[in-house]
């Protein structure tokens, strides 16, 4: 009998529960989204940071990142409409709009026709506040797609129009490619443009400090910039500059009005050295882009039940993989400790090396490996020791690059020189037991990892055009 009471009174109570499910569906509270896309971030670019901060506290426990600590975790595919191994645009486009397209288009149709909304285009008609942070220029193709729409990503003037004319709260980073341009005797600048709708503009330390809530949008650029507009290479030093942290930092800062966010944050030039197969410099930007990630971590820690963190990638670029033919089962991570510059900061070095070249080839190679043992550690025994024949590479390279013809300078552009560099880095990535197999993107899936409620959507294997979908899902406000 009591059993017989016990089972009409779960019935009952289940009936009221499945009718009560179906009048008001479970209201998600999420209020806080972060979308980080580490750019051109594969599985061996997180492993290497890890092994490299193992070997550098001579740690056999495995080191974890922030992110990799998170309990959700899937692999995303990446392939574009029109090829496999993908590019930013497209790949930002699907991350950005849950539509594949096109290489190059930046959240448009194939065809380069039709817009397609973005999630902060989108957020911001639910209310959200919205950020877009990247450590490269803001009219990069990653962060370009969550603003802007055109047919091509070198579009980068229609790009900072598009951005200058946006309802984005918040834009922190580098700088624009094309920042100005003369149109029927029209000088049109983008940043005057941005502030005549409504952009406060800060491109100085003290100014972005003095950033407070209340002012409303926010264009931040960093004070000092590297080639193409991006902030510089953290090997590079930073110093003078918010970090890509404190962007996101200060964008919590002046987002959390109550109203929720959400916040794009690229680590942009994680790409930028798997295409020059510089392995110490993209180290320097994974751990970078990390400690971004721990800030918003520290965000969720205080508001755990309103916050969602997703970290992808667009794609993988450059192919490492963890172990080479020549080193077999070494990996020597921590001779990348060695490495003080980017391989673009040692391009300029060389610059200024062939300006003062003495034209005796002995003496100039003597000064050379001074330099390379000053920047690398190579050549120097305390450091990284090169064999003879490593040297006599050297030194041929050296004499062929450094010299045209005979006793000739390299030409200003620096065309043959960079061999010089490149050696240079695929040397350090073969002592430290590293391979790449290209300079371009390949196409394996990347890794996602999420942390928050509804974090397991992002479970197991999902495509890139999921990714916004499921935020959506999440940040949607259910009646
Ligand atoms: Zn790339």
Redesign the pocket.
């Given at each position: 009998m009591k059993k017989v009471v016990f089972s009409i009174l779960i019935l009952t109570w289940s009936a009221f529960f499945l009718v009560s499910c179906q009048n008001k569906p479970q209201k998600t509270q999420i209020k806080y989204a972060f979308l980080f896309i580490g750019?051109?971030m594969g599985q061996a670019q997180i492993n290497i940071a890890q092994a490299y901060e193992m070997a550098i506290n001579k740690k056999i426990a495995f080191k974890h990142l922030t992110f990799t600590q998170f309990p959700s975790t899937g692999w995303v595919t990446t392939y574009a409409n029109n090829r496999f191994i993908t590019?930013?645009a497209a790949a930002g486009t699907a991350l950005a709009t849950g539509h594949k397209t096109n290489i190059g288009r930046i959240s448009m149709d194939p065809d380069g026709t039709a817009p397609f909304e973005s999630i902060a285009e989108w957020a911001k008609k639910q209310g959200l506040k919205t950020g877009i942070i990247t450590s490269v220029s803001i009219d990069h193709a990653t962060p370009a797609v969550f603003y802007a729409h055109q047919p091509s990503r070198g579009n980068y003037f229609e790009i900072g129009l598009d951005l200058a004319a946006s309802d984005i709260d918040f834009f922190g980073g580098g700088g624009f490619v094309i920042p100005m341009k003369v149109i029927n005797g029209d000088t049109i600048r983008i940043i005057k443009r941005a502030i005549e709708n409504g952009f406060a503009f800060v491109n100085t330390l003290e100014g972005f400090k003095a950033l407070k809530p209340g002012t409303g949008k926010v264009l931040a650029i960093a004070p000092r910039l590297a080639a193409d507009a991006a902030m510089p290479y953290m090997i590079d030093g930073n110093e003078g500059n918010p970090s890509l942290a404190d962007f996101t930092q200060k964008a919590i800062d002046l987002l959390q009005d109550g109203s929720g966010f959400f916040m794009m944050v690229e680590g942009g030039k994680i790409?930028?050295a798997?295409?020059g197969n510089d392995a110490a410099t993209n180290i320097m930007e994974m751990l970078a882009f990390d400690e971004a990630i721990a800030v918003a971590k520290a965000f969720y820690d205080q508001h755990p039940n309103e916050t969602i963190i997703v970290v992808t990638a667009d794609?993988e670029?450059g192919g490492l993989a963890l172990g080479n033919g020549g080193m077999q089962y070494e990996l020597n991570v921590a001779v990348l400790a060695n490495q003080h510059i980017s391989s673009e900061g040692f391009d300029m070095k060389l610059a200024e090396f062939s300006r003062q070249l003495s034209g005796d080839k002995g003496k100039d190679f003597a000064d050379m490996l001074i330099l390379f043992g000053q920047e690398f550690g190579l050549g120097d025994s305390t450091k990284i020791s090169l064999t003879s024949s490593e040297l006599t590479q050297l030194q041929h390279v050296f004499n062929q690059n450094m010299y045209i013809g005979a006793g000739e300078k390299p030409d200003a552009s620096g065309s043959s020189y960079k061999h010089i560099t490149s050696f240079l880095i695929k040397l350090m990535s073969n002592k430290a037991g590293l391979g790449w197999t290209s300079y371009?993107?390949t196409g394996i899936n990347v890794p996602v990892y999420a942390i928050g409620p509804g974090s397991e959507m992002f479970n197991g294997m999902i495509d890139n055009t999921d990714i916004p979908k499921n935020l959506e899902t999440l940040l949607m406000v259910q009646e």
């Open positions: 750019d051109g590019g930013s790409d930028w798997g295409h794609h670029t371009s993107h």
